[in-house]
């Protein structure tokens, strides 16, 4: 009797030990969610959170109506992808979608910037207005976030984004040797309908010869028009170029103080490429700083290809990173500004 009882004692302190070791590895997130415009929080919308496992691969979805932040979840210690899929009910639409991965390895709190969507629905019509599926589809917006898009149509002749960015979408639909294409402004909260018809056709490798002809024909025609443009161009080319230094010769005694800090600050933007530069004229207007995710929102830059930018233009001294927990703050330098004493 008495060996039982030990033998009892020591499987409740081998369970108890067992759970203490499992409560350990959850930790808790705490979850603040904010609009990408205006910053202000998010509340009393329904919301999905799907949480994948980046290790694992595993998928679970957390779905709940969110009347007020933060937003609290358990998890284990790890790495994860969450999807935030918002709707606000008193919208036809859906409203706000974001990714966000997180290294969880103890407990803290953390905001997410959900960024405006609408909802998109849509159907492919042939000539004799039949439905026509499994038409691939190549759908191009101007944000670069949202739900997958679609690559052909369903069965019946439709398709469908969830959380479509706002802004315009391109679409062009193809199925045999038919093409059609349209474009539609998403608005957020909005539910909206398009239709693609294939009225056009598409010319094979082997039936262009009019293509042809008609690129001889350009040819011969920006020919004559280079020929006139070099008998009589160079005079009025001197002549405008002339006044155009008198004008400037007068002026830029009293332009070129004013605009010394403003010319230094174009000589470099003039050596960035085109997505470098696009970054740092955002930052130009807007205090000279902002976030990762505003950068990535306003430029529709890919986050991958963003992050490459970001060091190169750190390199050059151009922007410095703050770390500020999951946030990172984007910066001008000083030396960028010519602030530096």
Same mark, same amino acid.
């Given at each position: ?21 499992? @409560? ?80 969880? *390895?103890? @407990? ?35 944000? *670069? ?21 706002? *802004? ?8 045999? *040797? ?67 230094? %008198? ?26 490429? %085109? ?67």
């Amino acid at each position: 009797m008495l060996n039982w009882k030990k033998q009892w004692w020591i499987v409740v302190l081998y369970v108890a030990i067992a759970a203490t070791v499992v @409560s350990a590895e959850e930790q808790t997130l705490k979850l603040t969610l904010k609009q990408a415009e205006g910053n202000k929080e998010i509340k009393d919308v329904l919301i999905n959170i799907i949480v994948t496992d980046q290790e694992s691969s595993k998928e679970r979805i957390i779905s709940s109506f969110i009347r007020n932040n933060p937003i609290t979840l358990r998890l284990e210690q790890g790495s994860y992808l969450l999807k935030f899929q918002i709707d606000d009910l008193k919208t036809p639409g859906k409203d706000y979608y974001v990714e966000q991965e997180i290294v969880l *390895d103890k @407990s803290h709190d953390q905001e997410i910037i959900a960024f405006p969507v609408g909802s998109l629905k849509g159907v492919v019509y042939d000539n004799l207005n039949n439905l026509v599926s499994k038409a691939k589809l190549k759908i191009e917006c101007s944000k *670069d976030y949202g739900s997958e898009f679609p690559e052909s149509t369903d069965l019946v002749g439709s398709f469908s984004i969830p959380y479509a960015p706002i *802004d315009e979408c391109s679409i062009t639909a193809t199925a045999d *040797d038919s093409v059609g294409s349209g474009k539609i402004s998403i608005a957020q909260g909005n539910s909206q309908n398009i239709e693609i018809r294939l009225n056009r056709t598409v010319i094979s490798e082997g039936n262009n010869g009019w293509l042809i002809f008609l690129s001889i024909l350009l040819a011969c025609v920006i020919g004559v028009a280079g020929w006139f443009g070099w008998k009589y161009w160079p005079r009025r080319e001197i002549r405008s170029s002339q006044e155009v230094h %008198e004008k400037e010769k007068t002026s830029v005694k009293q332009q070129e103080p004013e605009q010394k800090l403003n010319k230094r600050i174009q000589d470099i933007l003039s050596t960035l490429n %085109e997505k470098e530069n696009a970054i740092v004229t955002f930052l130009l207007n807007n205090n000279h700083q902002s976030t990762q995710a505003k950068v990535r929102y306003e430029t529709g830059i890919p986050k991958t290809t963003l992050v490459r930018i970001f060091t190169s233009l750190q390199n050059k001294k151009i922007i410095t990173i703050e770390t500020v927990g999951k946030l990172k703050k984007i910066k001008l330098t000083n030396w960028f500004l010519d602030k530096e004493k």
